[in-house]
Each structure stands twice: as C-alpha cells, then as structure tokens.
C-alpha cells in the first residue's frame, strides 16, 4: 500500500506538470482561435465572454475573398510564403546535403573553421545583418538588378540565414552512418557519388526529412527579412500579412488578426503531422549520434 501510494503520487504531480505545460503552450493558440471565431461586439463585451456563444468564421470567410482587400491580400501573402519557404527548403537540402557528406567524409585543412563560420550564420542575431544587406541590395544590386520587394531577394536571404544550419544538422545524420559500409560498396565497383547515393541517403533520409521540414519552418516563419525587404503583395508573407492586418490601414480587427494567424500556422502543423513518422525517426536518429 505505501508503494502504491507513493507510485499514485509520483504519477498525480507528474501528470499534473504535463497539463500545465500543455495548458501553458496551447493556451495562446486556444484563445487565439476563440478570438477568430468571436465578433467585434463580444470581444469588446465586458465581463469576458470565454466562449462566443454564436461562433462565426466570417473572419475566415474574408481571407478567402479576392475581392476584399483583406482576401487579396492574403491570398497574396499565402502563395508568396509558401513559393518562397518551398524554394528555400529545396535549395537548402539539395546544396546543403551535398556540403554536408563532404564535410563528414573528406579531410581537408580549414575543415573546422569553415563549419563554425557556416554555424555562425545562425548564431548571429539576424537584425546584426539587415544593415549590411540592406545597403548591399538597395545600394548596389537594385540599381543593376531588380532585387528589393521580390521573392527571389527573399530566397536568397532565408538561403544564406538558413543553409548553414541545414549543413551542421545533416553532417551530424551522415557521421553516424558506418564509413565501411560505403567504403565496402566502393571496393565492390561503386563510385564515391554513388556510394552517397545508393549508400548514405537512404540511410539519412529520416534525417533529411527533419532537416527539410525545420528548414521549411525556418523560411516560413521568418518576419524580420520581409518586414524590411517587402513593401507590395509582391513579396507579402504569412507574418508580413499578420503584422499589416494588425497595424495598417488595411483592417484594423483583433479578429481578423487571429483569423490570419490561425491560418498562418496550419501549414507548418500538417506537415509535421504528414512526416510525423519519418519527424520522430530522424529526431531519434540524431538524437543516438554521439
């Protein structure tokens, strides 16, 4: 009885702990989405009404309205973040798989230092580097090449923010695969490229979706890059078009902005329940690197 007692103990203060940190994560969004379904009217009421007793989804409605300004504008924001963030992730992983293989598999002198310098990019606060590439862009490239409120100037930022972590993440995936095992496959007639190929990828391919998808999360999380580098829907993203819903002339409405925010982080949240498998296995894999 004193052990069962105990046990019961142990388990009642640990599942206490488990809601309140559920309760402490998935509160925001909780009321974020109560928000989005209340109107104006009840969101102003007082005392507050926890629960809107007639929900409406007119908010949602709207943003899928071209021809309301706020459709427009998310319809806008919503293709140029996902056209961007997917770009970002293909880049990332095709180049950056590459790097990553080189760097866990050849010896070179300079190795070391050209990792931390690639890591660096992600140590770095971001706002330390908006000057500089504003200067960069609008001073010298713009001029030559249409660069400033454009995707492709976008890419090739969240590129260079993002890469760096996609190569550490992925050397650490093919470090933990046998070299004998490709070097076995090379004395039976394989190519080093086809070793990597035939050899390395499917055995990190776990990794490889992990990394693809914090890469895509990355990119399409990013505010402060297109805060700065977009002025027009031509270059609009999800958290761009949060902010000018919230902020601007546009449409001023908490509701609104709830609305936009729900549906700004359903994308991310069903990829990761479609990779949830391959997420956890990649997770596990690189957690047992060591």
């Given at each position: ?59 949602y ?34 180049f ?39 200067v ?6 713009d ?15 969240y ?8 190569i ?5 995936f ?31 391919w ?41 902020s ?39 957690a047992?690197?060591?």
């Open positions: 009885m004193r052990f069962s007692s105990r046990k019961l103990l142990r388990y009642t203060v640990l599942y206490a702990l488990v809601l309140l940190i559920l309760g402490w994560t998935l509160g925001p969004f909780l009321w974020l989405f109560i928000t989005s379904i209340s109107t104006q009217a009840k969101l102003n009421a007082i005392p507050i009404q926890w629960l809107p007793a007639q929900p409406t989804f007119e908010h409605a709207a943003m899928f309205d071209p021809a309301s300004q706020t459709g427009s504008l998310f319809l806008a924001a919503f293709r140029n973040s996902l056209a961007i963030a997917s770009t970002t992730t293909i880049i990332c992983l095709v950056g798989v590459i790097a990553a293989y080189a760097l866990a598999r050849f010896r070179f002198p300079g190795r070391n230092v050209l990792i931390m310098a690639m890591l660096s990019t992600r140590l770095l606060p971001t706002i330390a580097l908006v000057v500089p590439f504003y960069l862009i609008v001073g010298y490239v001029p030559v090449f249409s660069m400033f409120d454009t995707r492709h100037n976008l890419i090739i930022l590129v260079s923010f993002t890469i760096g972590l996609v550490w993440v992925m050397r650490g093919f470090q933990s695969v046998p070299l004998e095992l490709e070097e076995q496959a090379m004395v039976d007639g394989c190519t080093r490229l086809q070793a990597m190929t035939q050899i390395a990828l499917p055995l990190v776990p990794g490889i979706v992990t990394t693809g998808l914090l890469a895509f999360l990355l990119a399409w999380d990013e505010f402060l890059l297109a805060l700065i580098f977009s002025r027009t829907p031509a270059a609009f993203t999800m958290p761009y078009f949060v902010f000018v819903v919230g601007s002339q546009y449409y001023q409405s908490p509701a609104a902005v709830a609305a936009g925010g729900i549906l700004a982080a359903l994308p991310p949240v069903i990829l990761a329940l479609l990779f949830q498998n391959r997420l956890v296995g990649g997770l596990t894999a690189g047992v690197k060591g």
